[in-house]
């Protein structure tokens, strides 16, 4: 293909490009409201995980291979995932996205076309264990907000969609099923979708056998996208204070191959260089399906060409995630 304009990848990841792309031409099934006489489930959990069975979207989400490096210092203990069911948990997920793309405009042109996106959206999330399936989580979420003025107006309507998360071993999320309300538009649901994904992306397994206070662990998994990568993890049991640890992790993505599939097109280009890391540190309660807290920061790069290897493009990518405990 002639490289004439940038590819638009306005999340600046490239899973969270092609999950855009598709999420726009998905028109997800709607809440059905209820009617006075149905009951309510909003107890402390979740009577059922109504998400598998109701039309939500459904996503699957990469598996990590875990891996314990160093078994840590003292007496190793089990990191027993056991979800409460007395209690729902409240978080905020805040997620932004950023690229910056330089090319040439045209063959010997003295401008370069340069392209600046960001995607930045602030998500309440309630969450409930299912009662009688600790490995199913389901979740009801309030307005979003955002900083991107054309996009802020347009999430209200995402008030009160709902969705799910089912689990493998270790706390690792396997897949994610989304269901915005009717009155949500494309815009909205893609962001929200984007914004799930990238966190859930990066999600943090925990190994199955017993660990002590500065246990490391590598985990790994293949995330699929307009670029594929093999992401590492190399995660740091810091402290543990009876069901709370806290973590530290180093990430780096390397592409499986040099294809760059193009959102929202049969085009690629070719992956000529690439860089993707970063770090951050979270605190996790093995009582809860969700991070409590915790940020991360990812920063990193990738030359690409099409049929001109004199005009390629540049771009500079990062994306940052923050878990918060609600008020």
């Given at each position: 293909?002639?490289?004439?304009?940038?590819?638009?990848?306005?999340?600046?990841?490239?899973?969270?490009?092609?999950?855009a792309?598709?999420?726009?031409?998905?028109?997800?099934?709607?809440?059905?409201?209820?009617?006075a006489?149905?009951?309510?489930?909003?107890?402390?959990?979740?009577?059922?995980?109504?998400?598998?069975?109701?039309?939500?979207?459904?996503?699957?989400?990469?598996?990590?291979?875990?891996?314990?490096?160093?078994p840590?210092?003292?007496?190793p203990?089990?990191?027993?995932?056991?979800?409460?069911?007395?209690?729902?948990?409240?978080?905020?997920?805040?997620?932004?996205?950023?690229?910056?793309?330089?090319?040439?405009?045209?063959?010997?042109?003295?401008?370069?076309?340069?392209?600046?996106?960001?995607?930045?959206?602030?998500?309440?999330?309630?969450?409930?264990?299912?009662?009688?399936?600790?490995?199913?989580l389901?979740?009801?979420?309030?307005?979003p907000?955002?900083?991107?003025?054309?996009?802020?107006?347009?999430?209200t309507?995402?008030?009160?969609?709902?969705?799910?998360?089912?689990?493998?071993?270790g706390?690792?999320?396997?897949?994610?099923?989304?269901?915005?309300?009717?009155?949500?538009g494309?815009?909205?649901?893609?962001?929200?979708?984007?914004?799930?994904?990238?966190?859930?992306?990066?999600?943090?397994?925990l190994?199955?056998t017993?660990?002590?206070?500065?246990?490391?662990?590598?985990?790994?998994?293949?995330?699929?996208?307009?670029?594929?990568?093999?992401?590492?993890?190399?995660?740091?049991?810091?402290?543990?204070?009876?069901?709370?640890?806290?973590?530290?992790?180093?990430?780096?993505?390397?592409p499986?191959n040099?294809?760059?599939?193009?959102?929202?097109?049969?085009?690629?280009?070719h992956?000529?260089?690439?860089?993707?890391?970063?770090?951050?540190?979270?605190?996790?309660?093995?009582?809860?399906?969700?991070?409590?807290?915790?940020?991360?920061?990812?920063?990193?790069g990738?030359?690409?060409?099409?049929?001109?290897?004199?005009?390629?493009?540049?771009?500079?990518?990062?994306?940052?995630?923050?878990?918060?405990?609600?008020?």
């Amino acid at each position: 293909m002639t490289v004439s304009s940038l590819p638009s990848t306005p999340s600046g990841m490239c899973r969270r490009a092609v999950v855009a792309a598709a999420a726009a031409a998905v028109v997800a099934a709607g809440l059905t409201a209820c009617s006075a006489d149905e009951p309510v489930d909003d107890g402390p959990c979740a009577a059922t995980a109504a998400s598998k069975d109701d039309g939500a979207r459904s996503i699957n989400l990469p598996s990590p291979e875990v891996t314990v490096l160093s078994p840590g210092d003292g007496a190793p203990q089990p990191l027993t995932v056991a979800p409460d069911t007395d209690s729902s948990q409240s978080v905020t997920l805040e997620t932004s996205s950023t690229e910056s793309s330089i090319a040439p405009s045209a063959p010997n042109a003295e401008q370069n076309q340069i392209q600046n996106t960001e995607q930045q959206l602030v998500t309440p999330i309630t969450a409930r264990t299912v009662c009688d399936d600790p490995t199913s989580l389901e979740f009801s979420i309030g307005a979003p907000t955002s900083k991107d003025t054309d996009l802020a107006p347009l999430l209200t309507d995402l008030d009160t969609s709902t969705g799910g998360l089912s689990y493998g071993p270790g706390m690792a999320p396997t897949r994610l099923r989304l269901k915005p309300t009717d009155a949500a538009g494309s815009p909205a649901r893609s962001a929200l979708e984007q914004s799930l994904i990238g966190a859930l992306d990066y999600a943090i397994p925990l190994p199955t056998t017993p660990v002590a206070t500065g246990a490391t662990w590598r985990a790994v998994r293949r995330v699929t996208g307009s670029a594929t990568v093999t992401q590492t993890m190399t995660v740091t049991l810091v402290s543990r204070t009876a069901d709370v640890l806290e973590l530290d992790v180093a990430i780096d993505e390397e592409p499986v191959n040099s294809v760059f599939a193009i959102p929202g097109s049969d085009a690629t280009l070719h992956i000529a260089r690439f860089s993707m890391s970063g770090k951050g540190s979270f605190t996790v309660d093995l009582r809860r399906l969700l991070p409590t807290s915790g940020t991360l920061t990812m920063q990193g790069g990738r030359e690409l060409l099409g049929d001109d290897p004199n005009r390629p493009i540049l771009q500079k990518n990062g994306f940052t995630l923050a878990w918060k405990k609600s008020e």
